[in-house]
């Protein structure tokens, strides 16, 4: 299983028929390495929340690419609208797929979607967890630090994609009780650097790390997880 880091908190997962982005935030993300057009064979995209550095080109590429969006209900039924197919989900909610299974879990941030002098209530924010192949990818989203993340130390919780920068989601010392809770066996720090107002150096966050590998990856960088 490949993963892609595409910067802010965007990533594309790729395992034989399975391809899927996270947050697609493309256009207009000054630190994307890509462009839309860059993108191929898309079968998925996940969506952790409804701002605009989240939802992106959710709709441009869900319609290329006649793909499926996994989200939030009440996302899901602003997509429906547009006439994009989607599965929703909510928060605890587990669900069997081709391709692997999905948990729905809780973030603490906002979901809005805006439409001119509009905006439209997006549900609520969450993670996940992606199980492909017996191993685990845990996507945070937006999130403050929780006790709920205790409770994914029983995931067993390979790889912990966890924002740093700050303002808006966890910092770094929030970060690493995160990773502490989780107990991943490697994580990537997201969502730092992309603004002035989210800047974070993810090597403190690796000083501060003891028993969990962090990988801290270039914008575009692949890793397989074997």
């Known amino acids: 299983m490949k993963i892609q880091y595409l910067s802010h908190s965007s990533f594309i997962i790729e395992n034989k028929d399975f391809k899927a982005i996270i947050d697609p935030f493309i256009s207009g993300n000054p630190t994307c390495p890509i462009r839309i057009e860059d993108l191929k064979d898309l079968t998925h995209i996940f969506l952790t929340h409804a701002h605009g550095d989240h939802f992106g080109d959710t709709i441009e590429i869900a319609k290329k690419f006649n793909c499926t969006v996994i989200c939030n209900f009440e996302i899901g039924h602003y997509l429906s609208n547009k006439g994009i197919n989607n599965h929703t989900m909510h928060i605890g909610g587990r669900f ?4 692997g299974r999905v948990k729905m879990t809780p973030a603490l941030h906002g979901s809005s979607i805006f439409e001119g002098e509009n905006i439209i209530y997006g549900g609520n924010p969450c993670g996940f967890l992606i199980e492909i192949n017996n191993k685990i ?9 929780t006790m ?4 994914l130390e029983d995931e ?8 740093i920068g700050g303002n808006f989601t966890m910092d770094i010392n929030d970060a690493v009780k995160a990773i502490e809770f989780i107990k991943p066996k490697a994580a990537i720090p997201m969502h730092f650097n992309t603004f002035d107002i989210i800047q974070a150096n993810p090597d403190e966050l690796k000083n501060k790390v003891k028993d969990t590998k962090i990988k801290i990856l270039q914008y575009g960088e692949i890793i397989e997880l074997k």
């Open 137 to 145: 990818i845990y996507h945070a989203g937006d999130t403050g630090l």
């Open 156 to 163: 067993n919780v390979d790889l912990a994609l966890i924002p």
């Open 148 to 151: 709920d993340m205790k409770l």
């Open 96 to 99: 069997s797929f081709e391709f």
